[in-house]
């Protein structure tokens, strides 16, 4: 079955980096677009960052645009995201989703939690 496993969530202080990691399996990796969404209390799940199969082509929410990197390594079924200059309002529970095409059914993982305070 499909399975999305984050991992590298945590305590940061504002200006400091994460580097968050999502394995994938169950499914071909390769051919999925994969991408990351962060849903902070009491707001609604938006989405970050994200990277299509093939070229690679990659989408950025205008509040992260040049201080997060999201990446792929389709050998090793992984998906990053490189969070530099983090600030307080990038605290939220980030999830890894993957998705074949646009009428495809959304695959989540459990989340990882980001809190940046000082």
């Known amino acids: 079955q499909v399975q999305l496993v984050e991992s590298g969530g945590g305590l940061v202080q504002p200006g400091g980096s994460l580097r968050l990691s999502c394995a994938a399996s169950?499914?071909?990796?390769?051919?999925?677009?994969m991408s990351w969404y962060r849903q902070a209390p009491g707001k609604e799940r938006e989405l970050v960052a994200g990277i299509a199969s093939g070229r690679g082509l990659t989408n950025y929410a205008g509040s992260v645009k040049g201080r997060f990197t999201i990446s792929r390594d389709n050998a090793k079924r992984t998906v990053y995201l490189q969070m530099n200059s983090l600030k307080p309002e990038d605290t939220a529970v980030y999830y890894c989703?993957?998705?074949?095409?646009?009428?495809?059914?959304?695959?989540w993982g459990q989340g990882t939690q980001v809190t940046v305070s000082s």
């Open positions: 169950g499914f071909t990796f390769s051919n999925y677009h």
């Open positions: 989703n993957a998705k074949a095409s646009l009428f495809s059914p959304d695959y």
